[in-house]
């Protein structure tokens, strides 16, 4: 390792929404298989995947992630943190490039199984010639593109089926993918997901999912919810919820999304990104007889579009994330900066290494960006200090939410 011979260094791509006990024996694990010595998670900040904000902001993520065995993290753009799962995990995959230090990527699946999620990857990177007439011979039977690719690459690879129809392997998929993209020497691995479906409602005890917790704990089920997350996390979850900063659910974000709906025109909803087909005609439609965001998600999704994919489409209507912008950011190489949200004092060399080792600019405080950042890196910065204004006007306590959080609260250092 550059300047560090004997270190080596895992990188995770991670939600942390919220961090649980499932994350922990997944940090644990790794390094014990890897025989990695430090773990830079990248994570995302105060909006994720699914097109919805975080439960607890993501200053309270990381130092939860800080306590429990990872040593830097480090933010994923807004404009890809809620992007569907090929940019999310080239993006990620990118700044775990891009920083010069990682030897390792680790992700979690539900196969468990890194050469089904190769054989998959390398059909996806290829595209040979046999996978693309099986794409156009499903397409003539009227299926849209997404279950027309599916069903080619159950026939090309030879994997079992449902390999291809679980999140976390079809995001190690695009990590491996991104990885061959960009002709990385990061060794991918992959763990079995321990016990809990990802999108399981359901506590299943100590290892349970994000979406159980989440769930949980709007319910009300507070106490229950938290012995699924290690012990040094309670605590913190519970004080930032008795401050009234959170918990934050997607339904909160319901006057937002009505006031923009209703100050936007067709052609500026068609601008934003992965708005597609007319789809800002049903989006229209749905806000004359809905209110809430979850109600509006129901009532716009279709065969076509699932749940999740209208969440992100109406959350970048809300943050405003255009296909534009997110097309500039992918042409000059996804995201222009690594972002660092806190380390370990005990891990401070790590942070040396990456900012002697990064390929892109490495930023540690926003009150020196502009002296680090061209236009473009400037403006991406802008949206992540515009997105965490509107994170925390959603605050369910408005007396304790804090406007320009961006420039008050300082990376955490533990």
């Not at 569907?84 to 699946?109: K, M």
């Not at 913190?236 to 959170?246: D, E, N, P, T």
């Not at 004092?345 to 002697?356: E, G, P, T, V």
Request: aromatic fraction near 8%; charge should be positive; hydrophobic fraction near 35%.
């Amino acid at each position: 390792m550059k300047g560090f011979l004997t270190m080596k260094v895992l990188g995770i791509v991670s939600e942390y929404n919220p961090f649980h006990n499932g994350h922990k024996l997944h940090i644990e694990k790794s390094k014990k298989s890897t025989g990695c010595d430090f773990v830079i998670a990248v994570m995302s900040g105060n909006f994720v995947q699914r097109g919805e904000p975080a439960i607890f902001d993501k200053w309270t993520r990381t130092r939860s992630a800080l306590i429990n065995g990872v040593d830097m993290v480090i933010e994923i753009p807004v404009s890809f943190a809620t992007a569907s799962a090929e940019f999310f995990a080239e993006c990620s995959v990118r700044i775990l490039e891009n920083s010069g230090i990682i030897d390792t990527i680790s992700f979690g699946s539900e196969c468990g199984n890194v050469d089904y999620i190769e054989k998959i990857s390398d059909i996806l990177y290829n595209e040979p010639t046999e996978f693309k007439e099986l794409i156009k011979e499903e397409l003539s039977k009227g299926l849209t593109f997404p279950v027309a690719r599916s069903k080619a690459l159950k026939k090309l690879s030879c994997v079992p089926k449902d390999v291809l129809e679980n999140p976390n392997n079809i995001l190690g998929i695009e990590y491996l993918k991104a990885l061959k993209k960009i002709n990385s020497s990061i060794t991918p691995f992959t763990l079995l997901r321990e016990v809990s479906h990802y999108n399981s409602k359901d506590m299943t005890g100590f290892i349970s999912s994000a979406t159980s917790i989440r769930e949980g704990i709007k319910k009300g089920d507070v106490e229950a919810s938290l012995m699924a997350v290690p012990e040094n996390c309670r605590g913190l979850y519970k004080s930032v919820m008795k401050k009234g900063i959170s918990p934050i659910f997607p339904d909160d974000m319901s006057d937002f999304l009505n006031y923009k709906l209703r100050m936007s025109t067709p052609s500026q909803i068609e601008s934003i990104l992965d708005v597609t087909e007319g789809l800002e005609n049903r989006i229209i439609n749905a806000m004359t007889e809905n209110y809430s965001f979850s109600d509006m998600c129901s009532y716009i999704k279709s065969k076509r579009y699932t749940f999740t994919r209208i969440q992100r489409v109406l959350s970048h209507i809300i943050l405003d994330i255009t296909k534009k912008d997110t097309k500039t950011y992918i042409d000059n190489g996804f995201s222009q900066y690594i972002r660092v949200l806190g380390f370990r004092k005990d891990s401070s060399h790590l942070l040396s290494s990456l900012i002697k080792n990064s390929k892109i600019p490495v930023i540690t405080n926003l009150k020196n960006a502009g002296n680090q950042l061209d236009t473009l890196g400037m403006k991406m910065l802008e949206k992540e200090i515009q997105t965490t204004d509107i994170y925390m006007a959603l605050c369910p306590d408005k007396s304790n939410s804090s406007i320009r959080k961006e420039f008050t609260e300082p990376m955490v250092i533990i």
